[in-house]
């Protein structure tokens, strides 16, 4: 199932091909209605972890020397830099917790989907959601120590 298919198929507000396609997969907590959401959100957390990598690779070089750059402008590149791959973390979690929840939400609604896989999907939500909490403040604690250091 392409992606396409996935939003297609689990955002489709006709109730009767939403229950005809997940009654194809009673085990909703272990199929590819979760994890095509999980791959979303870890594909912008991969992205955020590049440029703030990027970020900081630059900074680097330039209080190093090897590229020549005023301070304050490598600086400021540096946290621009971070304060959008924060921005794209924080706005990522959002569609994937309105995901997850209707997913939940419609297992529960579900007679042959039990009460522990509900559970489990919320639960792996909650740690996706604690861990991108986690590195946006890392994050801009990093972007707090730029500003001091210079």
């Keep these: 199932m392409t992606v396409v298919d996935f ?3 689990t955002f489709n507000h006709s109730t009767k091909t939403v229950e005809n396609t997940l009654h194809k997969n009673i085990d909703l907590a272990y199929s590819e209605k979760m994890y ?3 791959t979303l959100l870890i594909g912008w957390f991969n992205l955020s972890a590049i440029v703030t990598a990027s970020s900081l690779i630059f900074y680097n070089m330039a209080r190093k020397g090897s ?3 005023y301070p304050n402008l490598a600086k400021f590149i540096s946290i621009g ?3 959008i791959s924060t921005l794209y ?3 990522s979690l959002g569609p994937y917790y309105r995901r997850m929840g209707y997913l939940a939400q419609t297992c529960d609604q579900l007679k042959k ?3 522990e896989q509900v ?4 639960t792996i939500t909650n740690i996706y959601l604690l861990f991108g909490i986690i590195t946006a403040i890392i994050q801009l604690l990093i972007t707090y120590l730029i500003v001091m250091t210079v």
């Design 7 to 9: 939003i297609h198929d």
């Design 36 to 38: 095509v959401p999980e």
């Design 67 to 69: 590229l020549k750059v």
């Design 81 to 83: 830099l971070i304060l």
């Design 89 to 91: 973390m924080i706005f």
């Design 113 to 115: 989907c039990d009460s």
């Design 119 to 122: 559970d489990h999907i919320n």
